[in-house]
C-alpha cells in the first residue's frame, strides 16, 4: 500500500507489541489513534488476527472504538478512535491524586465499559489508569485491549500470563492453585486502580515488580488506610479485593455500589479542562517509535521524531536458489543436435574406457547436461561470429562445481586441433572421477579461483 | 416532542406484545418483510420509517432470544422452545433473518448469531432438527457462503458458517459446492478482519473433518494447490503466513496421503517452499521450514524434487549451518534442523545421483 488515507503524526505511546500514532484522515480530518504491530515479531498472529476481530464486533461509548485495520509490509496498523486527554495515568501525572468523588466518576465509566465487556463474553486482563482513556469531553473510555483475551465456557482456560504486575489479581500468579481465572480478574484490577487513582500510585510500588509477583498471592489483600478516605471507598476497595474471585461483585452490581453513587461528572470536566491548559503549557515531547512506517506517511513537522533507523529485520543477505531439476536441463528446450555427446568423442578418439574411468552414465548425462546447456549459449555466440562475446559468454546459472565443467568445455570448443579436444575431454574425465570420490572438490576449485580472480583481478587481466 | 413520541409508541408495542412463540415468529417475519422493503442501501442516513423497522425487528428479535435462553426473571420452557422453533423452521425465518442481516441494527445482527446457534445445538434424542432444516434448505448457507461480500454482516455470517460446518453433513455441503472456491478471493479482501475472518472459515473447513478433508484434497489436488500457492505468494504477509501455516498443518495430517503425495512430488511446490525458507522475515522461514523437512523425509522422492534438492545442496548446507532456532526455544525443531541437514549432506553431489 503506498497511498494510504491517513497522515501520521507523532508517537503517543509504546507498548510491547508496537508503536501508537496519533493521525489524521486526510478528507474527513478526523483524529484517530494508529496502533503499529510488527507481525514478523509475534509468534502467534493468530491470536492478534483473533483480537481485531473482537473488536470489531464491540460497540459501546465506554469502550475506545474500533475503526479498520490494515496491513503494509509487515506491519498491522490498527486505526481506533482518538482519545485527545489521553490516560487516567496523564491526568495523575498533572494532578498527582484525585478526589474521591472524581475517582469514583472514572471508576463508575469503567465498570459500564467493563460490563459491556463482560456481556460479550471478553476479559480485559489489564485494567489500570494508563489504560482507561479519556477524551476531550471528557468521556472515559475503556482502552487497550492489546492483552484482553475471551473467557471461555468453562471459565478456566485462559493460561497465558499478562497484564501489569501491580494490578494484577492473585489468581492470575497462582493459576495453578485457582484453577484458571474469568472476568472477576477485572474486579480485582479496578479495586488496585481505585486506590490508584486516590493515592496517585498503585499498592507496593515500591516493591520489586518480580518479587510482588509472587507476594500478591500469598499476602493479605491490600487495604486504604487513613482518616483521610471515607468508609465508602474503603468497602468499595474491600470488595473488589478479595482472594477468592467467587467473593467479587460483577461489574454491574458495583454499579450500585454507595462509593459510585458519588460520582460527579461536572467536577470531572472541571478537572479534564484545567489538565488540558496544563498540557497546553507544558507539551509532551513526542516519544521515539521504536518500529520504522513509510516516512511518506508521516506530517512534515512530525518528521524529526521518526528515527531514520534501518529496520532490523532487514537483511539482504538472500539465497541464490536454483530452481533448473536437471531433467529439465536434459529435456530443455536446447534440442538434440546441440548436444555434445562425449560418450562417443570419447569412444572415437582415445583408448579410454568409460568403464575403466568409472564415470557412471548417470553422471555423464548430468554433466551433459550441463555441458549442453553451455554449448548451446556458445553455439548461439557462434553463429554471430563473435569473437569477444565467445570470451565472456553469459554464463547460465550453474552451482559452483559446474562452473569448473562449464568451462573446460569451453575450452574444448576453444581448442584448435583435435588431439587438445580429446586431452580436455580426458582432464574432464578424470576431474569427474575425481569428484565422485571426494564430493565437493570441483566446486573448492572454481571457489579458489573465483577467490584468486577477486584478489588478483585486475593484476590478472594485465599478466594475461 | 421526541420523548413524548417514544412514550406513545411504547404504550403500542406493549399494547401489541406478541403473545405466544407462534404469533412471535409470525409478527418478527413481517417485519422483516417492511424492513427489507423499505431499506434503501443507497441513503447515507437510514429514515424514520426504516429506523421504526428495525427497532421493531431488534425488539422481536430480543425476545425469540428471551424465549431460547430466559432472562433474569424466567428460565427458558422447553415446550415454547419448540413451538418456536417450529414455527421458525415452518416459516423460513432462519433465511429472512439472514437475507436481511444487514439490514438489521448492529446488536441485532449479533443477536441473530446467538439465537442460529441455540437453535442449531438443539438436539430432540440423536436428532438436531435444526441441521436436518438446513440441509433440506441449502439456500440459507448459500447465503452464509457468500456473506464476505457483505462488509456489514461478514463475520456475523463467519461466525454462524462456522458454527454450521461443525457438523459434517454441512462440513461436506460447503466444500463441495463451487462456491467454496471463493473463499481464496474472499481472504484477499481489503477489509481486514472480513479478509481474516474468511480465512478463519477456510482453515476450518479444511481441517475439522479430516475425512471428507483428505477426500476433498485428493480429488482437486490441482485446483487446490494451484489457489493456495497463489495465496502464499501474496504480497499481503499476513495472507502470505496463514496460508503458509495452513498447508503446514494440512501436510502434518496423515489422513491427507493422497494429497501429500502429489504435494511432495511436484517441483512448483518446492520452489516456492524454497522462497520461503529464505525470506527475510523469520515467522515466514520457521513456518516454511515445517513444510521443508517433509520434502527432505519423504522416502521416495522423485527425480524432480531430488534434482532440485541436490543441486542445491551447498546452498542448503550454508543456510542450514545457520538457521538460527535460538528465538523459538523449541527443542524439536533444533532436531529437525540437525536432521535434515545430515540428510542434505548425504545426498550424492550433483555428478552423482543414483
Redesign the interface.
Known sequence: MSEVKYKFGECIGKGNFGDVFKATDKTTKKVYAIKVIN??C??D?GSL?QE??FL??F?SPFITRYC????D??Q?YVVMEYCGRGSCSDLLRVVKRMSETLAAFVIRETLKGLHYLHTQQKVHRDIKAANILVTDNAEVKVGDFGVSGEITDTHIKRKTFVGTPFWMAPEIIARKKYGGYDERVDIWSTGITTIELVRGVPPLLDQDPMKMVFQIPKCEPPILKGDKYSRYIKLFVKDCLKMEPKDRPTAQSLLRHPFIMNALFVEFAKLVESVKRHQTRNPKTPKVPRYKIPLDWVNEDDLIHHQKHDNP????K???????????LRQGPIGKQDYIDVKSSIGNGSNMQIDTVGV?L??LN??RGAMAKAAAVNNNINSHNDKTSLVEPKSPRL????VLYFCLQRVYLRAKSKETKRTVLELINVL?QY??SN??L??AIVEEILKFGKQNGSSLEDTR | MNDGMKEGNKLIFIYRNPKNPHELVRALNEQLQKLDGSYNPAASVISDSTKKYQDECARYIKQVKVVLHGDDETDPQPDQISVLAQEIYSSDCLLHLIVVLRKLD??SR?DVSIIFLTLLRRQIGSKSPTVDYLLLNPEILIVLMRGAETKETG?ICGQILRDCIKYEQMLHFVIYNPLFWKFFDYVQI????IA??AFTTLHDVLTLHKKIASEFLGAYYSEFTKRINQLVQSN???TK??SVKLLSELVLERRNQTFLNAYFDD?NNL?LI??LL?D?????QIEAFHIFKFFIAKPKKC??IL??L??????FI??FDDFQLDS?NDPTMIDERDYILKEIKGL???????
Open positions: 507481525l514478523d509475534s509468534e498472529m488476527i481485531i476481530r470489531s464486533l460497540r479498520e485495520a490494515f496491513i509490509d509487515i498491522m529485520n532487514w537483511d539482504d538472500r539465497i541464490e536458489w536454483d530452481f533448473e531439476t536437471l531433467k529439465s557412471t548417470v553422471a548430468s554433466l552451482c559452483t562445481g559446474e569427474l569428484e565422485d564430493p565437493g570441483s566446486a | 448492529f446488536d449479533k463475520l481489503p477489509v481486514f478482519e481474516t475472518d499481503n504477509y499476513v503466513r496463514q517441483t520452489k524454497m522462497i529464505s527475510k522475515l523469520k515467522n515466514l527425480q524432480g534434482d532440485i541436490i543441486k542445491n545442496k551447498e546452498n550454508a543456510f523459538t550424492p553431489d550433483i555428478e552423482r545421483i543414483q
